[in-house]
């Protein structure tokens, strides 16, 4: 499968842990973005890399909240001290600069419930 | 107001239906326009990318980008249980393309068979 991979698909931890996720992009891809999804909303930017460096973050993004693309390939998204109302699906999409075309593709989703 | 809006429905129509989905928006600055398709639990599909006016057809599929309302649309011709999903509009700005993408909310499509 040459797509947009993300792990783990389900996570379920207790107010104040820590969680991380990853996803790795298609394998050309030099741009990774994160977005958050709560039920009945369209994705929200939350985080964008242009190979290993971080170019724009949303405000959506807490202190809580980190984010790296070490050596431009894979990514990891961190909560510190998560909070009920981190509770969300986190997509991240992918993409590659051609002409004026910049069209994102999406994993799957990691479907965070913090308890 | 929001950047996009889009009715969230739930629309539901019988096999076979012409299907229009729609969205607002009230950034002029955005220029390329997307439709993606997501079922329950999934991540989002690209259906449909078209940069600044006019139509684009693929398929069954064909979208509409009317910069001048800014109104963008999705057409579903023939529609089949299969495509009984959430449509997400999505938009862009900046001729560079590499901003970060700004969705509506979706629209809850059912196709009865």
């Known amino acids: 499968d040459t797509g947009v991979s993300q792990n783990p698909r389900h996570k379920i931890t207790k107010r104040g842990q820590n969680v991380t996720f990853r996803c790795d992009p298609i394998s050309e891809h030099n741009r990774l973005y994160w977005y958050r999804q709560t039920l009945g909303q369209g994705p929200e930017f939350l985080t964008y890399?242009?190979?290993?460096?971080?170019?724009?973050k949303s405000r959506l993004l807490s202190d809580r909240f980190s984010a790296e693309r070490p050596k431009g390939s894979f990514s990891t998204l961190e909560i510190q001290r998560t909070e009920q109302g981190d509770s969300a699906m986190y997509l991240c999409?992918?993409?590659?600069?051609?002409?004026?075309?910049?069209?994102?593709?999406f994993g799957p989703g990691t479907r965070l419930t913090v308890l | 107001q929001k950047e996009v809006e889009q009715d969230p429905g739930p629309l539901s129509v019988p096999e076979g239906a012409i299907v229009s989905l729609n969205c607002t928006y009230s950034?002029?600055?955005?220029?390329?326009f997307m439709w993606y398709r997501q079922y329950s639990r999934k991540g989002p599909e690209l259906l449909m990318y078209t940069y600044s006016s006019g139509n684009k057809e693929d398929g069954r599929f064909t979208a509409q980008v009317d910069k001048s309302s800014k109104y963008i649309s999705l057409f579903i011709r023939d529609s089949q249980p299969s495509d009984s999903a959430t449509y997400l509009c999505a938009m862009s700005g900046e001729g560079s393309g590499n901003t970060p993408l700004v969705f509506g909310k979706g629209t809850r499509l059912s196709v009865i068979a």
């Open positions: 950034n002029s600055a955005f220029q390329y």
């Open positions: 999409a992918s993409s590659s600069r051609q002409g004026n075309t910049d069209t994102q593709y």
């Open positions: 890399f242009q190979n290993e460096a971080q170019l724009e």
